[in-house]
């Protein structure tokens, strides 16, 4: 019944920047820790930014550290990353994920979220 909907991706020529988003509805957004993963063809699925339930503690990727940010707002059931100075190799499918988390911990492996969107395209033309 959890149900997580990715918005924001696009093309974007490299150098730009981009704002992703992902609605959380049928659950406790609160009570989940938020993940943002991607995928791009041919690769296998990759960590990209972490965020505890209550935004207090983070963690990225090296590949995105720097230039990227992951942010949530629990009062509208949202979690954002926003990514600057954007490359050819971030095109992939990013994916939204969640997973019940009792206190600040933060996860970077796809196999410890519960629940996924269905992705949003980002593709970075140069």
């Known amino acids: 019944q959890v149900q997580l909907v990715e918005s924001g991706g696009g093309l974007v020529q490299a150098g730009g920047s981009l704002r992703l988003s992902c609605v959380v509805s049928g659950g406790t957004f609160s009570s989940y820790a938020m993940g943002w993963f991607r995928q791009a063809p041919g690769k296998e699925r990759e960590f990209v930014a972490a965020i505890s339930r209550g935004g207090g503690r983070t963690n990225y990727a090296d590949s995105v550290k720097g230039r990227s940010t992951i942010s949530r707002d629990n009062a509208v059931n949202t979690v954002y990353l926003q990514v600057n100075s954007l490359k050819s190799e971030d095109t992939a499918v990013y994916y939204c994920?969640?997973?019940?988390?009792?206190?600040?911990?933060?996860?970077?492996?796809?196999?410890?979220?519960?629940?996924w969107g269905q992705g949003t395209q980002v593709t970075v033309s140069s």
């Open positions: 994920a969640a997973r019940p988390s009792p206190s600040l911990e933060v996860r970077i492996t796809p196999t410890s979220y519960n629940y």
